[in-house]
C-alpha cells in the first residue's frame, strides 16, 4: 500500500529564512507527486506537481521541489520565505493509473516577521 | 466563481441523525471525488466517480456512507446515523480525465453531538 511520511509536523522560521520540508513515500512503481497548500481560513491549493521528465518541478510563489527516485521523496524548497506563506503544507502521491491521492499529515509552516 | 463548490460549509447534527453534503465540481470535469480530513491528518481517499459511475470505494466508506452522482454533474455524500467518530471535514475535489491534477472544494466540516 502506497504511504507518505512528512516528518516534520510543525516548522517556525523567520521571513527570509530558507525552507525544505521532507516528503517521502513508499511505492515501488511509477508515481505522480504533488504538494498542496491550505492556508488558513482556504481550502486546498495544489502548488506544484511531478508527472514525469525534470525532476526538479518548479510551483506558484518561488516554490520547487525535487523528485529524487532513489531516496523515494519529494522535498519542498523555497529559497526566502514571506509571512503569507504560513500554512500547512501536505505532500500527496498516487500511482500512475490510479485513482486517488495519498496524502502525508502535513506540516504546518510559521513564518515570523 | 467556478471552483468546486460543497454545501453546507458546516453541519451540526444530533448522534443517529442522516446527513447530507453536496458538491459541484468544475463544469467540465468528469472525475469527483471525495476525501475525509480529521485534524491533525491530511484527507483519506473515500470514493471516486467518473462522470455518473462510482468506480472506486474506500474500506473507509462503511455501509452508513452512501455517494451518488446521478447525471454526472454534482454528486451527494449521505452519512446515516451518525457517530461522533464521523466528525471531521469532507472534502470534494474534481479532476478532468486523464489529467491527474484534483481541484479541492473548501469541505464541510462535520460535527457529531
Known amino acids: 500500500a502506497q504511504s507518505v511520511s512528512q516528518h516534520n509536523h510543525h516548522v517556525i522560521l523567520s521571513e527570509a529564512a530558507s525552507l525544505e520540508l521532507g516528503c517521502n513515500y513508499s511505492?515501488?512503481?511509477?508515481?505522480?507527486l504533488f504538494w498542496y497548500v491550505q492556508y488558513p481560513g482556504q481550502h486546498l491549493q495544489l502548488l506544484l506537481k511531478?508527472?514525469?521528465?525534470?525532476?526538479l518541478v518548479k510551483g506558484i510563489k518561488g516554490f520547487e521541489a525535487e523528485f529524487i527516485k532513489s531516496k523515494f521523496s519529494f522535498n519542498l524548497r523555497k529559497p526566502s520565505v514571506q509571512w503569507s506563506d504560513t500554512a500547512e503544507y501536505f505532500c500527496?502521491?498516487?500511482?500512475?493509473?490510479?485513482?486517488?491521492?495519498?496524502f502525508g499529515t502535513g506540516t504546518r509552516l510559521t513564518v515570523i516577521p | 466563481d467556478t471552483g468546486v463548490s460543497q454545501d453546507p460549509r458546516h453541519k451540526i447534527t444530533k448522534r443517529g441523525q442522516n446527513v447530507t453534503f453536496r458538491c459541484d465540481p468544475i463544469?467540465?470535469?468528469?472525475?469527483l471525488y471525495w476525501y475525509r480530513q480529521t485534524l491533525g491528518q491530511g484527507p483519506e481517499f473515500l470514493t471516486y466517480f467518473q462522470n455518473e459511475a462510482q468506480l472506486e470505494k474506500s474500506r473507509l466508506l462503511s455501509d452508513r456512507f452512501s455517494a451518488e452522482r446521478p447525471k454526472g454533474s454534482f454528486s451527494t455524500l449521505e452519512i446515516q446515523r451518525t457517530e461522533q467518530g464521523d466528525s471531521a471535514m469532507y472534502l470534494c475535489?474534481?479532476?478532468?480525465?486523464?489529467?491527474?491534477?484534483?481541484?479541492f472544494g473548501p469541505g464541510t466540516r462535520l460535527t457529531v453531538t
Open positions: 475535489a474534481s479532476s478532468l480525465t486523464p489529467n491527474y491534477e484534483q481541484y
Open positions: 463544469s467540465e470535469h468528469n472525475r
Open positions: 511531478y508527472f514525469s521528465g525534470d525532476p
Open positions: 500527496a502521491v498516487n500511482a500512475a493509473g490510479a485513482n486517488n491521492l495519498f
Open positions: 511505492y515501488g512503481g511509477t508515481v505522480n
